[in-house]
T-cell receptor, first 112, second 119 residues
């Protein structure tokens, strides 16, 4: 059974700092991995989608990497801004089907 | 791009009543839809998988008589929370898998979610 863990659970950083959010999964047989952000009281916003054959994806200040063999993905946020404050979720879709398993998220607070 | 719409985005209902949440695929046909719920400060948990025209498959621990899922067409799935209680207050989100290979690439699209508050 796939389990997805995100570390740290919460993170507070000063504005401008580069930071890394971690996501680990127990079953390396995945189809893809997706990073979302969730603002308080809002829905999910898709940030980056990495297919199982890919190693990383980049969008603006965001870079997500995937290492299937070690069951890890990282989300790198460069030059953090207060507007980046949100909960970041990683979600893993298994290779055998279409179920997507979510991590518990990392709550990020960027101080101005 | 493909869009999945949920309605309502926020709903408040009285304890003991039933509330329906709709999930629509706006520009593609969805053979499979998934329903998740999220407790405060917790992860999204898969509740059930529904295929068009058949009964939903519920995850362990999810009461199928309380959370009624109907996937009557290829563009619409509904989640009805029956006899709602305050502990049912949560964030509910659906996702849909496109049937059309032009859209799919086996992609799953997520709705923006619905916040349910039971008072």
């Amino acid at each position: 059974k796939q389990e997805v863990t995100q570390i740290p659970a919460a993170l507070s950083v000063p504005e401008g700092e580069n930071l890394v959010l971690n996501c680990s999964f127990t079953d390396s047989a995945i189809y893809n991995l997706q990073w979302f952000r969730q603002d308080p009281g809002k829905g999910l916003t898709s940030l980056l989608l990495i297919q199982s054959s890919q190693r990383e994806q980049t969008s603006g200040r965001l870079n997500a990497s995937l290492d299937k063999s070690s069951g890890r993905s990282t989300l790198y946020i460069a030059a953090s801004q207060p507007g980046d404050s949100a909960t970041y979720l990683c979600a893993v879709r298994g290779a055998g089907g279409f179920k997507t398993i979510f991590g518990a998220g990392t709550r990020l607070f960027v101080k101005a | 791009g493909a869009v999945v719409s949920q309605h309502p985005s926020r709903v408040i209902c009285k304890s003991g009543t039933s509330v329906k949440i709709e999930c629509r695929s706006l520009d593609f046909q969805a053979t499979t839809m998934f329903w998740y719920r999220q407790f405060p400060k917790k992860s999204l948990m898969l509740m059930a998988t529904s295929n068009e025209g058949s009964k939903a498959t519920y995850e362990q621990g999810v009461e199928k008589d309380k959370f009624l899922i109907n996937h009557a067409s290829l563009t619409l799935s509904t989640l009805t929370v029956t006899s709602a209680h305050p502990e049912d207050s949560s964030f509910y989100i659906c996702s849909a898998r496109a049937r059309d290979s032009f859209f799919s690439g086996n992609t799953i699209y997520f709705g923006e979610g619905s916040w349910l508050t039971v008072v």
